[in-house]
Each structure stands twice: as C-alpha cells, then as structure tokens.
C-alpha cells in the first residue's frame, strides 16, 4: 500500500483510534452482540457480524475520535505516510478484517480461495486465510473444520447431492479461548452456540458449498457456488490443531499469548490486570477488547467490544481489568 504525501510528526496521530464498526445482519445471526457486546443497543435487528476494523471498499469503517470523525483508515493512510507500518505497506491492500462474529445459527458449508486463485477466479488480489479465536460459546457450540479424510471430487460431489456432505467433515467441540487457523482451500462452518473474534485477510469472497436448503425471508435459497468451491478446496485429510501455547507473564504482570503468525498479520491474547505498555516500531496494532473496562493514559474510557487501532511508534500505557485481542499488521 502507499501513503500519503505527508510525515508523521509528534503530533500526529497521537491518540488510540477508535473504530465504529459495520453491521452485516445475515439471516443466521442473533441478539448477542448488542446484548452483551455493546453493539448498537437502540436497535431492533440481528447482528450477524460486527465488522470491527475493515478496508474492503464498500464496507470501510470509520474512524469515531473528534478530530477525525468521518474519515476511514484509507482516508487517514493518504494523509499521514506510514500509518499503516512496513508489512502493510507491501500488499495492495490493508491486508487484515477483523469481525465479532455471532451464530446464532449454523453458517453455510463453505470455502475459499488463497491470493492466487482469487486473482484468476474474480480478478481480486486477495483470497481469504483467516483464524477464529472463540470469545464465548454456548455448551454445545461446534465448528466444522476440514475433512476426516482424503477423499475424491466424485465422492464429494455425491455427497452434496444427497445431503451427506457434512458426514465428512471434522466436528470439533468448542469452548471460550479455543484459536483455530483456517488456511485458504480449508472447507468449515462455525456452527450455532459460537460467538468469535474472526482475522482474515482483506476479502470478502466465499463460495458455499451447502446452505442447509434453508431460506431466506422472501423464500428464496442462497446461492451456492460449487464449481467454484471445486477448484479451490482442498480434499486432504485436515488436521486438527488448537492452539496450545501457554501464556507467558510480563514484566508488569500482564499475560501473552502467542496465538499466530502469518505473512498477513500476528495475533495474540493479552489479559491485563493492572497496567500494561505497548509500543510497536514497525506495525500497526489492533486491540479488540473481549472481557473487562479500563482506560488509556490519556483519559479515553475502553470497554468490552471496543476496537482501537494504533499507528506505529506511538507509545501506550493502557490501566484496567481487561482481556483482549491483539493483531499486529
């Protein structure tokens, strides 16, 4: 990505961002995110996702600070060169979306395609590998996360015609903390019960491959994309692997976890009781806050469900009972 013509001075960008996210009310979601989360309390419909941070033309979010109300992080990076660090800087887009995602129903079977295929198949510079950290779930929450086995296209294809296709697929039990990574070409659902912090790159393609034969409110089917899932899944047995490192202690007591990282973007878990320090020289930092309240040095209140998004090299002390994702980009 390229900046703008400006240089980031001291006084530039000074203050944590908080971000004011884009509603998406698909026909599967719930009421907890405004229950629970925060997210639009006056309203009256499903909030499926809560796209917290998000740079996909069409669906940007904007930035909720005084001094730059109305302004996108597109409309920020053209202004002030660097604000998105040197990883960023390498790929066409801002390569990172993070969602709270809300099933309150079953999501659609569905997969999708990596950089390459994306570029061929729809002319777009992004597939869509992503990763889900497990925020709350009910205790019968379940996701579908690749096959059991190697199988062949004939066999699978049978499969969708009969409605089995789900019989070859990974059922995994899931729990608050649980971290999942969904490469592209990884055939998955997130299943009723989940609720989840979701990073993925910066695309929004999906081909579904089962639906459910479910409706929608004016009784049609949604699409399904066959052929093209076709092409991009990938038939080999899926492993299975929860993220199990454990948390390391801080020097100010804070807990990290180190959940992943990718050519894309890092994540990790961070539960601060007390204070707790970030600076970052090269990334820009995303916190998405998952349990507690507290506040930054400056003053600015944070609370469950908020999502700030920090410039590189600024300096910031954060005080309070809080967990939280962390993505760096």
Not at 135 to 142: E, I, S, Y
Not at 308 to 313: A, E, N
Request: aromatic residues 10%; contains cysteine.
């Amino acid at each position: 990505m390229s900046g703008g013509l400006n240089y980031l001075t001291t006084d530039d960008i000074n203050e944590p961002l908080l971000l004011t996210p884009v509603f998406k009310d698909y026909i599967w979601g719930g009421f907890a995110l405004r229950r629970d989360w925060g997210k639009d309390p006056n309203g009256n419909k499903k909030i499926a996702e809560s796209w917290e941070l998000s740079c996909l033309p069409g669906n940007e979010t904007y930035v909720a600070n005084e001094k730059y109300h109305g302004k996108t992080l597109i409309d920020l990076s053209r202004e002030y060169n660097g604000i998105f660090g040197t990883r960023a800087s390498k790929f066409k887009n801002f390569p990172a979306l993070i969602k709270i995602i809300d099933a309150n129903n079953d999501l659609s079977i569905q997969v999708h395609p990596n950089d390459k295929q994306a570029l061929e198949i729809e002319n777009y510079s992004m597939g869509k590998t992503e990763v889900w950290y497990v925020a709350d779930a009910k205790p019968d929450a379940h996701i579908y996360l690749g096959f059991k086995k190697t199988n062949d296209e004939s066999i699978l294809r049978q499969a969708i015609s009969n409605n089995t296709f789900c019989d070859f697929l990974n059922k995994i039990p899931v729990k608050a903390g649980d971290f999942f990574s969904i490469p592209a070409g990884t055939v998955h659902a997130l299943l009723s019960g989940a609720l989840i912090v979701e990073i993925q790159e910066t695309s929004n393609i999906t081909y579904r491959l089962y639906d459910y034969d479910r409706k929608n409110e004016q009784g049609e089917g949604r699409e399904l994309h066959i052929e093209k899932a076709f092409k991009v899944m990938n038939k080999a047995r899926y492993s299975i692997e929860k993220q199990k490192a454990p948390a390391c202690i801080l020097s100010d007591g804070s807990k990290k976890r180190v959940l992943i990282k990718t050519e894309y973007f890092d994540v990790n878990e961070i539960v601060i009781k007390n204070k707790h320090k970030l600076y970052n020289s090269n990334e820009a930092t995303v916190l998405t806050i998952l349990s507690g309240d507290g506040k930054f040095t400056s003053g600015a209140q944070i609370k469950k469900g908020d999502t700030y998004f920090i410039r590189p090299k600024l300096p910031i002390q954060i005080e309070g009972d809080l967990s939280m994702i962390e993505t760096l980009v």
